[in-house]
């Protein structure tokens, strides 16, 4: 009946509208741990796309709350929000690299943050700018500019565990 027929293509619809915020999930983790392995001087191969895939619920979990916590200080008079965006911009690094759980990735994050916040602000700042120009050029551009941004992001990350790692020397 063609009422039936059309709660099958809705259903086929929300299903491949899940499948594909999953696929986009794994595959943003896989760029996250090739350009980990790129900032660390370590040989990528095409299979470190897929290594990071049983942090799958940890790295949704981790998003979600980084998220909150932004989203939370953006409602306490916004100053609170960026601040925190700062603080725990490097979670899903962390996550990812450490292959640490969530709670432990924010700690983290917050810690590699310390007296380096205004600086990784800057550099967010720069990054948006630069993902941004990428949209403006009809979104092809930002399949160049986003995994260079990560890559950047990836170096400032691997400078903040030196900085910290020289601190506690």
């Given at each position: 009946s063609p009422q039936y027929v059309g709660i099958q293509n809705?259903?086929?619809?929300?299903?491949s509208s899940v499948l594909s915020a999953i696929a986009q999930v794994i595959l943003g983790m896989g760029l996250l741990r090739?350009?980990?392995?790129?900032?660390?001087?370590?040989?990528?191969?095409?299979?470190?796309v897929f290594l990071s895939t049983h942090m799958f619920f940890p790295y949704i979990g981790a998003s979600i709350l980084y998220g909150l916590i932004v989203f939370g200080g953006l409602l306490l008079l916004v100053v609170p929000g960026i601040l925190w965006l700062g603080t725990y911009a490097f979670t899903q690094y962390v996550l990812i690299d450490k292959e640490t759980g969530v709670f432990a990735s924010l700690a983290e994050a917050k810690r590699l943050s310390r007296g380096a916040r205004r600086h990784i602000l800057l550099f967010l700042g720069a990054t948006a700018i630069v993902n941004f120009a990428g949209i403006m050029f009809f979104f092809i551009g930002i399949l160049i500019t986003v995994p260079i941004s990560a890559l950047a992001t990836a170096y400032v990350y691997r400078a903040l565990q030196r900085r910290l790692a020289?601190?506690?020397v």
């Open positions: 809705q259903s086929i619809a929300v299903l090739v350009v980990l392995k790129i900032s660390a001087g370590t040989p990528i191969a095409f299979d470190d020289a601190q506690e």
